[in-house]
């Protein structure tokens, strides 16, 4: 049964992505974020300056997980200091699974772990969210370099 709240939850993050994914691509700020990131050091003598574009990105990153917690705890209807922990270990698990810098294997991640979550079995319940660090430690079993791999 899918409520609501999903859907909502669910067309925030793709207009968010869209909206995310075109700023990085497609803009001159997102062209000087990739610069900063790739080599400040080289895009400060482009005359890039390096210190607004971290203070740009450390704003987006706060934006987004700000919209993501509230998101997460108008559906869960939790609210406290530590309820995102879990999430933020499993963003560890999207990371590896999906890429470093890579926005759209960080969406392909974050759904293949979704999925495996989702096909654990009632009885186990319990173990759901044992699933992505199971994944990870696959991962870093079978392809230990996949997770340093650029885009």
């Known amino acids: 049964m899918i409520r609501t709240v999903q859907i909502i939850i669910f067309l925030v993050s793709l207009v968010m ?3 995310l994914g075109y700023v990085i691509g497609r803009t001159k700020i997102g062209k000087a974020l990739r610069a900063v990131a790739e080599n400040p ?3 400060s003598l482009l005359g890039i300056s ?3 574009f971290i203070l ?3 704003f987006l990153s706060g934006f987004l997980g700000g919209l993501a917690g509230t998101l997460v705890g108008t559906a869960f209807g939790v609210a406290g200091p530590y309820f995102g922990v879990t999430y933020g270990l499993k963003g560890l698990a999207v990371i590896v699974l999906g890429g470093l810098g890579s926005i759209p294997g960080a969406v392909l991640g974050g759904l293949v772990i979704g999925l495996a979550e989702a096909f ?3 009885d186990y319940s319990a173990y759901k969210d044992a699933v992505a ?3 990870l430690f696959v991962i870093l079993l079978v392809r230990p370099r996949a997770c340093w791999a650029s885009p």
């Open 56 to 58: 740009i990105t450390f």
């Open 50 to 52: 390096v210190d607004r």
């Open 17 to 19: 992505l869209t909206i």
């Open 133 to 135: 660090f199971a994944l």
């Open 41 to 43: 050091g080289t895009a």
């Open 120 to 122: 654990v079995p009632a």
